[in-house]
């Protein structure tokens, strides 16, 4: 049963190699803003990190996922153990690691809030949801809220005493954020009359704290209609010891996520909900809340690698302990000693496949977080080098969130299929994980917007710098090892990925040029497919380059030297397997067939 | 809420169509054993059939998740209405299509129980596993059976008298079906006492019929080890009025398929558990049990189509009624009308991504049953060509079953995807939908499992005359419309994939050959998607030549318009969206990467 139970797995050797050997983050240690920063704090962190993740949180992942949460009374009521966790994340100082110095908390690189989000929600991805929005709120209010909004939301809600949420989506405006028809009035002392149905808001209700701060996107009578004309509302449920008019109307039943809830909030049935105006400043609430879908997104990213990566090595445990048929070699030997089935050929290929999916993800998240490090780092220093890394993030965020959640839910379904029918049972976490990950490609901006965001902004922003400085890094890297022993070939294989992005990308304006721009959409998903596939398989030929120098100076029978040679096939295995795809995506685009787009609506079906 | 809980949607005329327009059953009908079966009964049961499936059964399906099958006493017991489900299905003749007519049946043609297992299973595909399974283990003591036990056992379980199951997986025999421990004791009296462990048995046990007859696998003391010494037992649940010893030990509980009974089975833990020798031939279990297993396996690929079919039909009309954003030539006007999703790019990818893999994989599935009736109609007249038709279904078996239910699961994930949020929640029937057919991959034989069985035995089966035949049969379609003016360039890559194919099936014989045996299990996955990819083109592209023939004499406002506007498309996008593909994986398999069986188990993580 605690087996069962504590079911979250973590390889802290690889996330340490990611951020230490391959990434290398000394540049970032101990400066401004990390001036207390050392490699021994994060190490230390890391690894205590680790353990509370899968000792606290860890055990109540399953819990959460069979009780679910309840609503009763109006009220929601979290799982068992929910709030214990809670107390413990705050009481233990885990939550402080992102907050900045000066509002308590302990101000760590980005890299390192990366890892502690992907850990507790790996741990426990619908538990790791509250604080997280409650952080992310509270991001918000410091940023973009005046001095007084952020002592009195901004720094109990770092500290875990208020919850947070963001509510954009409404009964008819998801995707299309723009068409959200809520409303706030001004009333004389300077606040607003807050009214309408938002939807979808995670988190939205809970007992984990008395107090929630809603995040509420609404339009000021007479303002201008689309995103233009929304602003952005402070709605707490309590105001000056007093209840605002916010109910929770109900939560919805969900595959997965079951313990986050997910509620139907009406605001100002009774014409008595107010808000505030965030930072006093209206009409600029869709650019106010881009700030926290940035980190969102990028978030879902990390719980898509924490909830994948403990898929993985949940997966690789049972095929290490599990007994079934012969080798391959004496398949028909009826007396052949039975194998474990990581000896299997296909068991093999479905765990190299996770483990380099796993790893590259990882990789592509934490360079992204490096690049915010690093912008932060030399900030008023060097303003050429702070837009580089600044432009990469802006980049890099679509195929995070979007590649990442898709590589999720496939992780978590080849998961399943390693354990065969074993895997369809609860008694086993990856079924979980893999209703859990489904969602992951639909909120926080569908993998559709993902991948319009990318080719309709990121792709041409700045004039196209970021993603010519992106192209030219991996350039760079291909010249450089073009002829590596080991990994030539496979460097090779990233050269013919690298120039099918060049090219499509280039098409892809030429669309937009050309007036033809219903192509775009038809071709993003596959496009962006195509950058991260691209950009991880450049990512995990460099971990392989730098495994195989370190494991040169590692004696054979140290862990390492295993470790080391595991990232060599990995990134071979995904340049040999996956790049060639590729190519093949390319040339599905630039063929440009326009089958979706012709088919009269009535053919689809007869009913 | 009527429409929440009848949700289950079928194109009827796109599965006459398939029946009568494409692949032409006329050479089957009104001949023995089909004598009474003309086109116009053929047409009248399809559109009854489809008429009780979303009537009778299809409410019971959401009612079937939520309320599961229940354990209580020993005793399992099934969801609301699968009682008076199971009643109508008998009392009205449905189930009785496929039963001959010496045994109280209709004897319909094999194409057209395949329609009925397509429907039923879209309907609720948990319920239709109880009949389905009773028929086959019906079906196989008719045919491997004595008299007696056909007149004791299989005519009561045609007639829904008494349940069945087929009993082959213990705890650490699943794939390795040959490592099975059950025991069988001979007694004086020609019978055998039964002894040992059962998992995973589908529909062990329930409250549809008073008795079940389990078909058992075990050895006879003394028999050979392997799956040459596993012999098959008839063991009902009574025997001459009193209880067998067969006790049902527990029930699993399981990501979906929730309203299928998974029972651990205890035979003959009192020592009473008596069993019958199926036929009275010993060590012939296997051969017997592959009867049951290939009608288990297509019935596999037929579940997977039904739920396949019914998740793109609901996504459709939720695209078609759901109304987000404007259209994408207008997409930053906030001024302009609201579109229906339908009309998005993007949504209409995924849909017509959905149409062309569910009316593929039907068109495969119904090829296949139609080669079966083809070879009845022949039999005893026609020996060779008896034995092509039958050489096709065992080639076409594993692709049907392995790529069908791959398909499955995409496309409920996409189902999702299109729905957005609403998709995640059980509001709507995708997400059921999507943890169903999780399943099908895995049971009945995992996907791999099917791809050994595809290159280790089918390829090369008959000399390699079966698969032959079968690229044969592709290149005189591709040889007749290669210039085809609408489809031509379509057929142009119908032709690369078919050299693939052919290639890719080469290089594995030879691997063989050479004794690089392991290489083998590790492309097996990808040929036979390769296979099956390319099979559905040619499909999808046979039904768009005859759909634009016949469109040409159909004015432009007859329904049958769009309708065959619609096969072209999908064949169209298939072709050139999907078949690329086929010669990338090609490239891959023939690259012959070893990462997978390279990397040294300890290389996989550090825990």
Redesign the interface.
């Known amino acids: 049963m605690a087996q069962q139970l504590n079911r979250f797995?973590?390889?802290?050797?690889?996330i340490q190699f990611a951020i230490f050997e391959h990434l290398g983050m000394a540049d970032v240690l101990s400066r401004p803003p990390y001036a207390s920063w050392g490699e021994d704090e994060c190490r230390a962190v890391l690894s205590e990190l680790s353990r509370f993740c899968r000792e606290v949180v860890g055990p109540t992942n399953a819990v959460g996922d069979r009780e679910a949460c309840r609503f009763e009374g109006g009220r929601v009521y979290t799982p068992e153990g929910f709030k214990e966790a809670w107390r413990r994340l705050y009481d233990e100082g885990w939550q402080a690691l992102g907050v900045p110095e000066e509002h308590g908390g302990q101000g760590a690189p980005r890299i390192l809030q990366a890892a502690f989000t992907e850990l507790l929600s790996g741990a426990n991805a619908a538990f790791a949801m509250y604080p997280g929005l409650a952080f992310a709120a509270a991001e918000l209010i410091e940023n973009c809220g005046t001095p007084e909004q952020t002592e009195r939301y901004a720094r109990p809600m770092f500290a875990g005493k208020i919850g947070g949420t963001m509510c954009l989506?409404e009964p008819?405006a998801?995707?299309?954020v723009?068409?959200a028809t809520s409303s706030a009035r001004p009333l004389p002392d300077g606040t607003y009359a807050i009214q309408g149905t938002k939807i979808?808001i995670s988190c939205g209700d809970h007992d984990l704290t008395d107090d929630i701060v809603h995040l509420v996107l609404a339009r000021i009578d007479g303002a201008?209609?689309?995103?233009?004309g929304l602003s952005l509302f402070i709605v707490p449920t309590t105001r000056d010891g007093k209840p605002n008019d916010v109910k929770v109307a109900s939560i919805?039943?969900?595959?997965?996520i079951k313990a986050s809830s997910t509620c139907v909030l009406a605001f100002g049935e009774d014409d008595a909900c107010v808000g505030e105006l965030v930072g006093g400043v209206p009409h600029q609430g869709m650019k106010q809340m881009f700030r926290m879908m940035n980190y969102a997104r990028i978030a879902v990213g990390l719980q898509s690698l924490g909830v994948a990566s403990s898929a993985?090595?949940n997966a690789?445990?049972y095929a290490?302990e599990r007994?079934?048929?012969?080798s391959?070699?004496s398949?028909k030997d009826?007396?052949a000693p039975?194998a474990t089935i990581?000896?299997?050929?296909?068991v093999?290929?479905m765990?190299?496949?996770m483990?380099a999916r796993v790893e590259g993800l990882r990789a592509l998240i934490y360079k992204l977080a490096l690049h915010g490090d690093r912008a932060a780092v030399l900030s008023g220093k060097d303003d050429e080098t702070v837009a580089y890394h600044l432009g990469q993030v802006e980049l890099l965020t679509p195929l995070v969130k979007a590649w990442g959640s898709d590589q999720a839910?496939r992780i978590a379904?080849t998961a399943?299929?390693v354990y065969?029918?074993a895997?369809?049972?609860?008694?086993h976490p990856v079924?979980q994980y893999?209703?859990d990950a489904?969602?992951f490609?639909?909120?926080e901006g569908?993998?559709?917007i993902q991948?319009l965001d990318l080719v309709g902004r990121k792709l041409g922003q700045g004039a196209g710098r970021h993603t010519q400085e992106f192209l030219g890094d991996v350039a760079k890297f291909i010249e450089r090892h073009k002829a590596h022993p080991v990994l030539g070939p496979s460097v090779a294989a990233l050269r013919e990925a690298h120039g099918s992005v060049g090219m499509v990308a280039m098409q892809l304006l030429g669309w937009f040029q050309a007036g033809e721009?219903?192509?775009v959409?038809?071709a993003?998903?596959r496009f962006l497919a195509m950058m991260a596939d691209m950009a991880v398989g450049w990512l995990l030929l460099d971990q392989a380059a730098v495994a195989l120098e370190k494991q040169a100076t590692v004696p054979a029978e140290h862990?390492d030297h295993?470790?080391y040679?595991?990232k060599r096939?990995?990134a071979?295995?995904f340049a040999?397997?996956v790049l060639?795809?590729v190519?093949?995506a390319a040339?599905?685009i630039l063929?440009a067939?326009r089958?979706?787009?012709?088919?009269?609506?009535?053919?689809?079906?007869?009913?």
Chains 1, 2 share one sequence.
């Open positions: 797995k973590v390889d802290l050797r690889e989506t008819h998801g995707s299309d723009g068409a979808f201008a209609i689309g995103t233009k919805e039943h969900k595959m997965g993985y090595l690789l445990e290490r007994k079934q048929g012969a391959v070699k398949w009826a007396t039975r990581v000896e299997h050929p296909d093999r290929r765990l190299i496949d483990k839910f379904e399943i299929q065969g029918g895997g369809y049972l609860q008694d079924e893999c209703r489904k969602i490609s639909i909120y569908t993998n559709h991948a721009v219903e192509r959409p038809l993003a998903n862990p295993a470790f040679e595991g096939h990995a071979v295995y040999q397997n060639p795809d190519a093949a040339k599905v063929a067939d089958s979706a787009l012709d088919i009269p609506e009535t053919a689809f079906a007869t009913v």
